[in-house]
């Protein structure tokens, strides 16, 4: 195996795991949350073994993958126009073959292969081990489907294939699936139950990543706080585990430090948390290692009880206002980012002003705001009525996202005259004078490049900001 560094795009350099000896080539897009792009990294190894080099190039390719996203709408949608692109490319290059991945795959399960027929493979989050068996079924001239759910399915025997890599930052993913069945969320329905990773293979592959000179991971999960580690099995089924298991369980806090302090000069990130799941031992772990980043996104979807219970959402208001004065007691400088559904059926003025209210008290650094989108299967879709009409959802989501940018400049303004440890990650989109990198706290800071380079840690003096974004001038190297 050979890695090849493209430097076709402008400030980055794309590290690629290929095979010499490999003659097929493989291109495959991403969308949606950070899990799906690390199962496409998954989805690449194990078709890395099948003869498969992953290309940029759709017109090369001889196999197209779409990694997809069914939690909005607009995520399909999409989706759906990329296949029709790809199956263009496709009149011209009969052999090449096109696949649907992930959640959305999962969701419409046939639809998309015998209904529609714009694809030749479907294959569901749990079953990328299943690729080379219905590649051959296609191969043999048949449609080619596994959605099936697991209940043990991991992936933490497979070591990923980066893609598009910078060669700092990577996703080790830690649990799948979500138990929490949220009223306006497919993810139960298209990843299944919670189950987590061995924490063995967890430090593995953080060990493997610091030995090919990455310096940051991110832990991911639907719901990383709700890590339970006991030997397998289900997290509900851990009642019944034995004494001697349930007393070397290892929960994300302690699975957290494992990782800090395995890998002591590797910044440590995670994603994504649940209000009712995030305990202090989390936070306290975060305060006493330097190396875990201060930055926790805490999604509320609404300021609302009413609407938190429509939501089925297992906190209250005043719930998540402890555990954010919590946070700010343990962890002064923690940054905290959100989610937030504006217009959630029957959702007030009322309601809305309380969301309004609810971001006034946090004044969150940066966060990811969306008008409800009724999604097929879910309990809001089956029981309730979309019933707030387009425009006010819009003129809401435009009240909530302006709300943002007032607080998000106060967040970086905080930062002017102050020196900030950056982790250099590209150049600059602006300027090919310029890195960007990020701040523990996950602020974008920029500053001429002059002697370093990626991957350096280097302390920035802030003289200027955007709402988004620091400006400043590097000082001096950071230390490990």
């Known amino acids: 195996m050979e890695k090849i560094i493209d430097e076709s795009q402008q400030g980055t350099s794309l590290v690629l795991e290929q095979k010499t000896e490999n003659t097929r080539k493989l291109f495959i897009e991403s969308y949606g949350c950070s899990m799906n792009f690390s199962d496409s990294e998954i989805v690449a190894a194990i078709l890395l073994k099948e003869g498969y080099n992953t290309t940029q190039n759709v017109e090369d390719a001889d196999l197209v993958l779409v990694n997809t996203c069914s939690i909005r709408d607009k995520a399909e949608q999409t989706v759906r126009k990329r296949l029709e692109k790809y199956n263009a ?6 052999k090449m073959k096109v696949g649907v991945l992930g959640c959305m795959a999962e969701r419409l399960k046939s639809k998309l292969l015998e209904e529609e027929k714009i694809v030749d493979l479907v294959v569901g989050p749990d079953a990328y081990k299943d690729l080379p068996n219905l590649l051959s079924e296609v191969e043999d001239g048949r449609d080619a489907i596994n959605v099936l759910l697991s209940k043990d399915e991991t992936y933490g025997d497979i070591s990923p294939v980066r893609l598009n890599s910078n060669g700092v930052s990577a996703f080790v993913s830690i649990t799948r699936g979500c138990d929490n069945m949220c009223t306006f969320c497919v993810v139960p329905f298209t990843r ?25 991971i991110t832990l991911l999960g639907q719901n990383v706080d709700s890590y339970l580690w006991y030997g397998g099995g289900l997290k509900k089924d851990f009642e019944k585990a034995s004494d001697i298991q349930k007393a070397t369980a290892v929960n994300f806090a302690h699975l957290l430090e494992l990782c800090a302090k395995t890998q002591p000069k590797m910044r440590i990130r995670f994603s994504t948390s649940n209000p009712q799941d995030l305990t202090l031992d989390v936070i306290e772990t975060m305060a006493k290692y330097k190396n875990i980043c201060d930055h926790i996104h805490l999604p509320v979807q609404s300021g609302s009880n009413r609407i938190l219970k429509e939501m089925n959402r297992l906190h209250t208001r005043e719930e998540y206002f402890e555990l954010i004065d919590n946070i700010r007691r343990i962890l002064p400088t923690c940054a905290i980012s959100h989610d937030i559904i504006a217009g959630f059926p029957t959702e007030t003025e009322q309601d809305h002003q309380d969301t309004l209210s609810l971001m006034e008290y946090v004044k969150y650094s940066f966060g990811y705001m969306f008008t409800y989108s009724e999604r097929p299967g879910t309990l809001a879709a089956r029981k309730m009525v979309d019933d707030v009409p387009e425009e006010v959802k819009k003129r809401r989501l435009d009240d909530i996202v302006q709300l943002q940018r007032q607080h998000s400049e106060i967040r970086t303004r905080a930062y002017l005259n102050s020196t900030v440890e950056v982790l250099i990650e590209r150049e600059s989109k602006k300027s090919k004078h310029e890195w960007s990198g990020r701040t523990s706290q996950n602020t974008v800071t920029v500053f001429p490049k002059e002697h370093y380079k990626i991957g350096d840690l280097v302390n920035v003096k802030v003289t200027d900001c955007t709402s988004a974004t620091l400006i400043g001038e590097a000082i001096d190297y950071a230390l490990d």
């Open 89 to 94: 490319v496709k009149r011209i290059n009969p």
């Open 192 to 216: 299944g139950r919670e189950r987590s990773r061995d924490p063995q293979s967890i430090l593995e592959e953080v060990n493997d990543l610091w030995s090919k000179g990455y310096k940051e």
